[in-house]
């Protein structure tokens, strides 16, 4: 099993290839098997009418903690299916999300995630999960 900074930097090197990523501005701040936590800074941009943060955002940083959660367990996958539960108006200077999984496996990697502003772990503003499958 790889170093936590040996998944950090396969996660940053993953991330790099995603023109999502690098435009939202993802950054991977800690990983380790079956885990991981994303920030990403407020830009006036993601916002929606109201000012929040808008729900296409908060479903991109669901998925791609899920995602990168996953990728520490398994290479090369795609997401199947997920979800996403907005529990309230995401406001913040910087967002973060943290991914797991719940349940690894060889055909289908179950992760969970949730979303909220810095130093406010128990408020989330969304959860979600997600249904990750290996890809040869």
Not at 15 to 21: K, Y
Not at 28 to 41: F, H, N, R, S, Y
Not at 68 to 82: D, E
Not at 100 to 122: C, H, M, N, W
Request: charged share 15%; proline share 5%; with cysteine.
């Amino acid at each position: 099993m790889p170093d936590d900074a040996t998944i950090i930097a396969n996660l940053q090197a993953l991330s790099g290839l995603a023109a999502f990523n690098a435009w939202l501005g993802i950054e991977i701040t800690a990983a380790k098997w079956g885990e991981v936590e994303i920030q990403l800074k407020w830009r006036p941009e993601f916002g929606q009418y109201n000012g929040y943060l808008h729900a296409s955002i908060v479903g991109g940083l669901i998925d791609t903690a899920c995602g990168f959660a996953g990728t520490t367990v398994t290479k090369n996958l795609l997401a199947s299916q997920f979800s996403i539960r907005c529990l309230r108006p995401a406001v913040a200077e910087v967002f973060v999300a943290k991914g797991r999984v719940v349940k690894p496996g060889s055909r289908q990697i179950f992760t969970s995630a949730e979303l909220y502003g810095l130093g406010v772990p128990d408020k989330p503003f969304a959860v979600g999960d997600a249904i990750l499958v290996p890809m040869d």
